[in-house]
C-alpha cells in the first residue's frame, strides 16, 4: 500500500450518529472477494432506500463529516475497505468504532477525532452541498469549505498513513524478542499451552 | 512498596514483549481463534508466501455461515465454509468443522472447550471476541489485517487502553439478567461511552453472576465501546475451567491456579474512569431504537425526538421511522412478528433453560427460531428436556451457529418484521435488509413468544425460579 501527505478533494456531510459498520457494508456482501471492488457496497442499503442520499448526490466524495461513534459495531474490515474502494481518504467524527479506527489506519483511510462543536459547525457549514477540501497529514490539519481544523493524530498512525507502513514488514524486526517472550512463557506458564 | 496494580495492568505486562518509542506495545496472542471472515486474512498471507506461525494456539470454526436448518446450501454461504476449510487444512490449524461435536460460536465454544482460560491474552477477528474477559482473560476484537499479522507472527501491536472500573453493588431483581445490565449501563454511558477503555467488571452483583452471565455481560462491552471487558477469576471461574477439553490438567493444573489466584486489582488499585451502578435499579430493559443504546425498561416509553435536543433529536427521529413506532407510546404495547433466542451473547445452556421455564407448558402465538451456541449445548439442551419444551410451544429448534444474530447464513427477518431478540445489535439492517430488531433478554424473548408483545417477563417467571 503506498501512503499518502496531503490530499485535495470534495468534502460532504452524513449528518447521522451511529453510523455502524453493518450500515457501511451490510453483512450479505462479505463473501466478495475484493478485487470486485467493495465500493458499490458502501451504505447499500440507505443508499438505494433514498435516492437523495448523500452518497448518491455526489459521486465523487474525498472526505466525509460525520457525527459520533462512526464505525461502531462489528470488526468487519470490509466497512473500510467500501470506504476506500469509493474513493473516501478521510473520515472526520467526534468519535469512531475502536477496531474501526485501526481497521482504517491499516488501509491509508484516515480516522480523525474533532469535537462534537466543531463537527456541528461543520455539518452546518457544508449542509447539502459538497466542499473544497484538503488535508494535510504532515501537519495534523485539514481545511474544510474554507474552515480551517487542526486534529489530533497518533504519531504512529501518522507514520503508517504517510508511509503506507505494513505492520507484517516492521515486526520482522522484533523476531528475536519474540522468540525469547515465547521460550521464557512457556517456561514460566506452561499451562498456557492447549493440552489436547 | 509496590505500586497497586488493577488486572489490566498484571494482564498486559505478562504480554508485553515490547514497547516502541511511541508508546505502542507489542504483545504475545495466547489463542488466535478464526473464522470463515478469515479469508481476506489467508489471502494476504498466502500473497506473501507465508504460513500461520504457531498453528497450536490457532483454533478454527465454522459459524458465521453455518447453516442451522437441514436442506440445500446456497453456493456462496459453501464456498466460504470450503474456503476455511482449506486454509486450516492448508496450515495444519485445528478446525471444528460443521460435523465436529465441537463445533458452535466461536465466543461460545472457547470457554466450553477449555482453550479460553484465566491470565490469556485472546484474539479474533469478531468484536465480540471480548467475550472471554469474563474468565479474567485479555481478549478483543480486531479486523483483517489484525488477523494476517497475528497468523504471521503471533503477536499484536496494541496502544494501552485507559482502564475503567463498573461497579455494580446490590443483586439483581428476579428475572432481571446479565443482559439486562449491560442494556442499563450502555443506555446510560452511550454506545461509544466506554470508548478507548478497558472495562473491569467489579461489585457484588457481578461476583453473584455465573459464567455464563459473566460471558453475557463481557460480550456486550463492545456495545459500549469498549476495547475489552473483564472480570477477575474466582472459584466459579475455576470450578467452570477445570475438565474442559484443553484445560490444563495435573501439575500444569495446580501451577495455573496459583497464576490465576493472583489475578485480581490490588485493593486501591487506580482507574482512569469509575462508575457505580445500584443493581437494584435494573428492570428487564429492551431497545427500541437501532444502537444498544436506545434501551430502557420495559415499563418505560419511547421517547419523543421532540424532547431531545442537537443530535440526539436525529438520532432518535431516524431510529423510530425506521423501527416504524410512535413517539411516548408505552413500550410493552410493541406487537412483535417473531423471536430469535440464540447468538455468542445469549445462546448458552443457562439461557435456553431461563427461556424454558418461561415456556413450559405455554404456546408462543407467533413462529420464532432457538438456535443453541454450540453442538454440545444443542445436545445437552435436548438431554434436559428443554428442546422438548421449544418444539412444544411451537417454536423451531435449529443447529448450532451465528444464525439469525447476523444472517449471514441466510436465516434472516424479513424486511419490515419486528424480531424480538437475544442478540447483541439492532443495528439497521442487522438481522436482514429492513428487519426491526429489539434486543433483550432470552427470558423476554420467551415472555414475548407467548403474549405476542414486548411484555415483562417477571409475572411469567413468578414462583417459576
Not at chain 2, 507472527?153 to 485507559?162: H, L, N, V
Not at chain 2, 487506580?270 to 445500584?278: K, L, Y
Not at chain 2, 449471514?408 to 419486528?418: E, F, S, T, Y
Not at chain 2, 433478554?441 to 414475548?448: C, D, I, L, Q
Amino acid at each position: 500500500m503506498s501512503g499518502w501527505t496531503k490530499i485535495a478533494g470534495r468534502a460532504v456531510a452524513l449528518a447521522q450518529a451511529n453510523v455502524d459498520t453493518d450500515q457501511l457494508i451490510p453483512a450479505r456482501f462479505m463473501s466478495t472477494t475484493r478485487n470486485k471492488g467493495y465500493g458499490g457496497f458502501l451504505l447499500h442499503d440507505a443508499r438505494q432506500d433514498d435516492a437523495d442520499h448523500v452518497l448518491n448526490r455526489h459521486k465523487c466524495v474525498d472526505i466525509l463529516v460525520t457525527r459520533r461513534n462512526f464505525g461502531g459495531g462489528s470488526s468487519r474490515e470490509a466497512a473500510v475497505y467500501a470506504l476506500v474502494d469509493f474513493g473516501v481518504k478521510a473520515v472526520f467524527a467526534p468519535s469512531f468504532g475502536d477496531i474501526f479506527q485501526s481497521n482504517a489506519v491499516n488501509n491509508g483511510l484516515l480516522p480523525a477525532v474533532l469535537d462534537t462543536a466543531e463537527i456541528e459547525l461543520l455539518i452546518d457549514l457544508i449542509g447539502d452541498k459538497d466542499v473544497v477540501a484538503e488535508v494535510d497529514l504532515s501537519v495534523s490539519r485539514a481545511v474544510i469549505g474554507g474552515h480551517v481544523v487542526p486534529f489530533n493524530l497518533e504519531p504512529v498512525w501518522q507514520q503508517k498513513l504517510v508511509n503506507g507502513w505494513d505492520d507484517i514488514d516492521l515486526t520482522a524486526q522484533y523476531n528475536e524478542q519474540i522468540a525469547e517472550f515465547r521460550a521464557a512463557r512457556l517456561v514460566a506458564h506452561p499451562w498456557a499451552m492447549p493440552t489436547s | 512498596m509496590t505500586t497497586p496494580q488493577t488486572l489490566f495492568a498484571k494482564l498486559w505486562s505478562a504480554h508485553e514483549i515490547m514497547q516502541r518509542g511511541d508508546g505502542t506495545s507489542l504483545l504475545w496472542v495466547d489463542r488466535h481463534l478464526v473464522h470463515e471472515g478469515s479469508h481476506h486474512a489467508f489471502a494476504n498471507l498466502q500473497s506473501r508466501g507465508m504460513k500461520v506461525n504457531a498453528p497450536n494456539l490457532t483454533f478454527g470454526v465454522v459459524d458465521h455461515y453455518a447453516p442451522t436448518r437441514t436442506g440445500d446450501v446456497a453456493p456462496d454461504i459453501r464456498r466460504m465454509i470450503d474456503t476455511l476449510g482449506y486454509n486450516a487444512k492448508k496450515n495444519d490449524i485445528r478446525l471444528f468443522d460443521l460435523c465436529d461435536p465441537g463445533q458452535g460460536i466461536v465466543h461460545v465454544i472457547g470457554p466450553e472447550q477449555g482453550l479460553t482460560l484465566p491470565g490469556l491474552l485472546i484474539n479474533c477477528g469478531d468484536s465480540h471476541t471480548s467475550t472471554h474477559g469474563a474468565f479474567g482473560a485479555l481478549a478483543f476484537g480486531v479486523g483483517a489485517t489484525e488477523v494476517a499479522h497475528i497468523l504471521a507472527t503471533q503477536t499484536i501491536w496494541q496502544r494501552r487502553p485507559r482502564t475503567m472500573c463498573i461497579k455494580v453493588n446490590g443483586t439483581l431483581g428476579p428475572a432481571v439478567t446479565a443482559k439486562d445490565l449491560a442494556l442499563y449501563w450502555i443506555a446510560k454511558l452511550g454506545a461509544d461511552g466506554a470508548r478507548g477503555h478497558a472495562i473491569e467488571y467489579a461489585g457484588t452483583a457481578i461476583e453473584g453472576l455465573s459464567m455464563e452471565g459473566r460471558l453475557t455481560l463481557c460480550n456486550l462491552s463492545i456495545e459500549g465501546g469498549a476495547r475489552l471487558g473483564l472480570i477477575a477469576p474466582d472459584q466459579v471461574t475455576f470450578e467452570y475451567v477445570k475438565g474442559r477439553n484443553f484445560a490444563p490438567t495435573g501439575t500444569d493444573w495446580d501451577a495455573a491456579l496459583t497464576d490465576w489466584q493472583a489475578l485480581h486489582s490490588d485493593e486501591s488499585a487506580a482507574f482512569d474512569r469509575e462508575v457505580t451502578i445500584d443493581a437494584c435499579e435494573i428492570a428487564p430493559t429492551v431497545t427500541w431504537g437501532t444502537s444498544p443504546e436506545d434501551a430502557l425498561p420495559i415499563t418505560g416509553h419511547v421517547p419523543d425526538p421532540a424532547t431531545l435536543f442537537g443530535a440526539k433529536r436525529e438520532h432518535a427521529r431516524l431510529a423510530l421511522e425506521y423501527m416504524g413506532l410512535d413517539a411516548g407510546m408505552p413500550i410493552d404495547t410493541v406487537k412483535v412478528d417473531q423471536i430469535f433466542i440464540g447468538s455468542c451473547t445469549n445462546g448458552r445452556i443457562e439461557d435456553l433453560r431461563l427461556a424454558a421455564k418461561v415456556l413450559s407448558g405455554r404456546k408462543a402465538c407467533i413462529p420464532g427460531l432457538v438456535s443453541p451456541g454450540s453442538a454440545a449445548v444443542k445436545k445437552q439442551a435436548e438431554a434436559e428436556g428443554l428442546a422438548q419444551i421449544f418444539v412444544g410451544a411451537g417454536l423451531e429448534w435449529a443447529d448450532a451457529g451465528c444464525s439469525m444474530c447476523v444472517g449471514m447464513n441466510g436465516d434472516l427477518v424479513a424486511a419490515g418484521k419486528r424480531c424480538a431478540s437475544s442478540t447483541n445489535r439492532n443495528f439497521k439492517g442487522r438481522q436482514g435488509r429492513g428487519a426491526r430488531t429489539h434486543l433483550m433478554s432470552p427470558a423476554m424473548v420467551a415472555a414475548a413468544a407467548v403474549t405476542g408483545h414486548l411484555t415483562d417477563v417477571r409475572p411469567l417467571l413468578e414462583g417459576r425460579l
